[in-house]
């Protein structure tokens, strides 16, 4: 008889090349005992020296699933493919990338451009799909203010899961819909999510017989050691003040009214 003991398997989005939040967030999950590791894509962008994300990925065996941001680095493409519509917002994700284009190492690449668009697991007959933005596209924003229930369901429905994992946006949330099927959004370890707060956070899934639960898990880690980094790098203030302070400074004009209300900006 298959084994059904519950099973836990540990999820995170956006590194943006914040290896000292991946660092604390891999060092807390062994520390767990979870041995499935999968992170959700945008290896780079926003943090400085992307080249450190790599080795700590392979060290731990870490499944990785290509975000829009690894795509673009690994074809060699002239944008981040971030999905921003606002001129402001694009701004800053052109400064964003060019850095990380030109500070990856070659090597990485290949391996970039070939990571996989989903993982699909099947754990105690739970179907997961785990994807970036969206089952739909990988550059898509699901927000939990905006993402209704019943588009969730239709998600689900069409593209045969019991729980879906993604990131993007930024921002951890998560829902159940009808029978019980389960949406989660892991946030990212890359930058803190708009709320004054400097830690950053990872999401452990906890499938047993007969349900599926998540818990949002916060990282702590030297964001002032982040921020000399950043500095060191000649990174754009901005984005130094939002890893010093917890609160957005860019990237703001895609958060719909509710999440950016909570904002200082």
């Known amino acids: 008889m298959p084994d059904q003991s519950p099973k836990q398997i540990a999820l995170f989005g956006g590194v943006y090349s914040n290896y000292?939040?991946?660092t604390a967030a891999l060092t807390d999950i062994r520390n767990r005992g979870i041995a499935d590791v999968y992170c959700l894509g945008d290896l780079g962008a926003f943090g400085p020296r992307p080249n450190r994300?790599?080795?700590?990925?392979?060290?731990?065996?870490?499944?990785?699933?290509?975000?829009?941001?690894?795509?673009?680095?690994?074809r060699g493409l002239s944008d981040c493919q971030c999905g921003y519509t606002d001129p402001a917002d694009n701004h800053?994700?052109?400064i964003s990338?060019?850095?990380?284009?030109?500070?990856?190492?070659?090597?990485?690449?290949?391996?970039m451009a070939n990571l996989p668009r989903?993982?699909?697991?099947?754990?105690?007959?739970?179907?997961?799909?785990?994807?970036?933005?969206?089952?739909?596209?990988?550059?898509?924003?699901?927000?939990?203010?905006?993402?209704?229930?019943?588009?969730?369901?239709?998600l689900h429905h069409d593209h045969d899961a019991d729980v879906i994992c993604c990131t993007h946006t930024g921002i951890k949330w998560s829902r159940r819909a009808a029978n019980d099927k389960l949406f989660v959004n892991v946030g990212c370890l890359g930058r803190p999510e708009n709320d004054g707060n400097t830690n950053v956070w990872y999401a452990i899934v906890t499938v047993g017989n007969s349900s599926v639960d998540v818990e949002f898990v916060p990282v702590h880690y030297d964001h002032d050691q982040l921020a000399n980094d950043m500095r060191a790098e000649q990174l754009p203030s901005a984005f130094i003040e939002t890893i010093k302070t917890g609160w957005w400074t860019t990237c703001l004009e895609i958060?719909?009214?509710?999440?950016?209300?909570?904002?200082?900006?």
């Open 20 to 22: 000292l939040a991946l």
């Open 92 to 94: 800053f994700a052109a």
């Open 97 to 111: 990338y060019q850095y990380t284009f030109n500070n990856t190492d070659p090597q990485h690449r290949p391996w």
């Open 255 to 265: 958060l719909p009214a509710k999440e950016r209300a909570r904002g200082r900006y």
């Open 53 to 74: 994300v790599f080795p700590l990925l392979h060290q731990h065996n870490v499944h990785v699933v290509q975000g829009n941001y690894d795509d673009s680095i690994g």
């Open 118 to 154: 989903e993982i699909r697991l099947k754990i105690n007959d739970q179907r997961i799909l785990l994807c970036h933005g969206s089952p739909r596209k990988t550059n898509e924003f699901l927000w939990e203010s905006t993402t209704s229930t019943a588009f969730i369901e239709k």
